[in-house]
């Protein structure tokens, strides 16, 4: 899908041109199936700076891997992806991720885990402390600076990930499903936060998700991808006044969109398509895929 002008490449934080990714195996004796496996396959995009995307798709379409190439965690095999016009080749300080898991140092305070990054980049023990004072604030956890992540709940914890991942000040945060473990009320809640934290420090953010209504409600633009291998397959602006409350779920505007989306992942679960192997056999693949939201 070609990008509107507003993404032209001087305007990009991100962009991945043709990224394929390959996962090799031995070929088993017994297994004349096993061997290499594509999960991902001629991905394009680009994201522009201070911009919120959100990326959807079925279960195993390789949402995800395509989040861990960005943040330099996993080799591609194909193309190339770009941070700040630079080809991604490792991890770096300029982009931070958020997974599910919490990943919280539990031998650290609320404080010394947000000053983590800090300590990385060399900050001063001074400078450290004022550093992340300000981001424990701004994401609503002053009076807990010095509790450990055992006495916090699901939700305080993804707080804490998200202050540590923004007091380095990275272009760039990559959101893997961060609220999935948290009960639906506590996810409403930092729905707001986040879109409170985003308008407030402008970061880009891609957000991977399997919920249809959390990737609109969020996000400037959702990208749809295709089962494995994983393609882009539509890119829906969302044109919802901002700043967003959850009423705004009842309109008929978000109903629109969300229709489109479940659409776009309906059609291509029921597709029959020729998929062919690394080893040049062909097959046919007619097993609905699965649709999460």
């Known amino acids: 899908m070609p990008e509107s002008k507003e993404f032209q490449e001087n305007a990009c934080r991100i962009k991945a041109e043709d990224v394929g990714l390959v996962y090799h195996s031995k ?53 190339t992806a770009w941070i700040n016009g630079t080809p991604i080749t490792g991890p770096a300080l300029d982009r931070g991720i958020i997974m599910q898991a919490y990943a919280l140092f539990p031998w650290r305070t609320v404080r010394k885990n947000v000053e983590f990054g800090l300590e990385v980049k060399r900050i001063s023990k001074k400078d450290r402390r004022a550093i992340a004072e300000q981001f424990i604030e701004l994401v609503g956890l002053s009076e807990f600076a010095d509790r450990y992540p055992y006495e916090l709940s699901g939700g305080m914890k993804q707080r804490i990930a998200i202050a540590r991942a ?71 602006q969302i044109d919802l006044p901002r700043p967003r409350t959850p009423a705004i779920k009842s309109s008929s505007e978000f109903g629109a969109y969300r229709n489109r989306v479940w659409q776009l992942l309906q059609n291509e679960g029921e597709r029959t398509e020729e998929v062919i192997t690394l080893d040049g056999r062909k097959h046919l693949s007619t097993v609905p895929q699965e649709v999460s939201i």
């Open 27 to 79: 070929h088993r004796k017994n297994d004349p199936n096993a061997g290499s496996f594509r999960a991902l396959q001629h991905v394009n995009i680009s994201v522009g700076a201070g911009e919120f995307l959100s990326l959807v798709g079925p279960s195993g379409c390789g949402k995800s891997t395509f989040l861990y190439i960005l943040s330099g965690l996993q080799r591609l095999s194909e193309g």
């Open 166 to 236: 923004l007091a380095y000040d990275p272009d760039v945060l990559l959101m893997d499903e961060p609220f999935a473990a948290v009960d639906e009320q506590t996810r409403g809640l930092l729905h707001e936060e986040l879109l409170r934290i985003w308008e407030k420090t402008n970061k880009t953010i891609i957000f991977v998700t399997h919920s249809i209504d959390e990737s609109i409600f969020l996000a400037d633009r959702v990208a749809v991808m295709t089962p494995c291998p994983g393609k882009i397959k539509e890119i829906l």
